[in-house]
């Protein structure tokens, strides 16, 4: 029952989109820009520490040593964002991602240390929190990086005024899109 309204939302969707690429097609075009290196900078700087803190977490079972390993791999996140929009000469958005995944990774390694995740005696939920944390700072650091992607290309602006129309569930779907200051 509900198939009939989230198709319609769909096509109603995809009907503005193609309205606003339409109408922005038609004003000259961007001047082309090189190929995204802040994506290549950010996944670097994110992997090898991956690679090297997992090394030290698998190569002994020493806690303290594990612990190195995770501030590492974390540290390598925290840095990536900074890399990849850096590199594209984009410093705010710098600041804003990667003082997320720097919040992330610190808070990572705070709930390491307060749950003294790497002795055995720990019971596992005492871990769940450094999991989730990791988690979010990974996912956090790999968003940022491949946003990173389009900060050397400008944003087409919309068109000020589009009227539109698309097939529905019902018949035909139409809206007004207007863009203006507040």
């Known amino acids: ?14 009907a503005l ?9 038609t004003g000259a075009s961007a001047p082309a820009a090189g190929p995204p ?19 030290l977490m698998a190569s002994d079972h020493s806690s303290s040593r594990q612990q190195v390993g ?14 990849a929009h850096g590199v594209e000469g ?17 808070a990572t390694v705070a709930a390491m240390k307060a749950g003294n995740v ?7 939920n005492h871990r769940i929190p450094t999991g989730v944390l990791l988690s979010l700072s990974l996912a956090a650091s790999a968003f940022a990086v491949v946003v990173s992607a389009f900060d050397h290309r400008p944003l087409e602006q919309s068109p000020a005024f589009s009227l539109w129309i698309a097939p529905d569930a019902r018949g035909l779907a139409g809206g007004v899109g207007w863009r203006g200051a507040l």
């Open 1 to 14: 029952m509900l198939e009939k309204p989230v198709q319609g939302m769909w096509a109603a969707t995809l």
């Open 17 to 25: 989109v193609l309205a606003t690429e339409l109408s922005a097609g």
């Open 37 to 55: 290196v802040g994506v290549a900078a950010g996944a670097v700087t994110a992997i090898v520490p991956m690679i090297v803190g997992g090394a």
């Open 70 to 83: 995770v501030v590492v791999i974390v540290s390598g996140l925290a840095l990536a964002p900074w890399v």
């Open 90 to 106: 984009s410093w705010r958005r710098a600041a804003a991602y990667g003082g997320l995944t720097l919040a992330l990774s610190a």
């Open 118 to 124: 790497f002795d055995p005696t720990v019971d596992d």
